[in-house]
């Protein structure tokens, strides 16, 4: 999963991906922890796509968090107060 495919993802989607993918990473560490993991690189594959979602979840909600401003003039009077 690259990332171009997780920004294409709705909110919903992300949330649902990221669940899926969390109880992934808990049952390859106890496979790891019992000596039965096969794809040992599958471990770093999961950390990197939940890290992935996390970061478009982080921006998506400063996006809608920050207030709009339009030009240059209006961030200059709010900087200067």
């Known amino acids: 999963?690259?990332?171009q495919q997780v920004?294409?993802?709705s909110d919903?989607?992300?949330a649902a991906e990221l669940l899926k993918l969390?109880?992934?990473q808990f049952n390859?560490?106890?496979q790891r922890a019992s000596g039965q993991l096969e794809k040992t690189d599958r471990v770093k594959e999961v950390?990197?796509?939940i890290a992935r979602i996390k970061t478009v979840q982080t921006q998506r909600s400063k996006?809608?968090?920050a207030p709009?401003?339009?030009t240059p003039e209006e961030v200059k009077e709010t900087s200067d107060a």
Do not use: G, V
Request: proline residues 0%; without cysteine; charged residues 60%.
């Open 1 to 3: 999963m690259d990332a």
């Open 7 to 9: 920004r294409d993802f």
């Open 12 to 14: 919903d989607e992300l």
């Open 22 to 24: 969390k109880k992934e």
């Open 28 to 30: 390859l560490r106890f």
């Open 47 to 49: 950390r990197r796509a």
């Open 63 to 65: 996006d809608t968090d």
């Open 68 to 70: 709009a401003r339009t």
